[in-house]
């Protein structure tokens, strides 16, 4: 990837988690509607960001034997 494939995908990886830290700041154990709403948002994030995880081209160590 060239630098600024790089720096775009971080930034992009970047955001994903950060709307999964603002989603995690706002649990409440009080309200179980709310709380399953976010949960809900949550598992969405979170499966995006496996997805951009997942397509990303990885190189991968050589085992040592």
Not at 7 to 19: C, D, F, K
Not at 28 to 54: F, G, P, T, Y
């Amino acid at each position: 990837m060239t630098h600024y494939m790089t720096s775009r995908v971080n930034e992009m990886l970047g955001l994903q988690i950060a709307t999964i830290q603002d989603l995690s700041r706002n649990l409440r154990a009080d309200d179980l509607e709310h709380l399953e709403r976010d949960i809900s948002a949550m598992e969405s994030a979170i499966n995006e960001l496996k997805s951009m995880l997942v397509s990303l081209p990885h190189q991968h160590e050589k085992q040592k034997p």
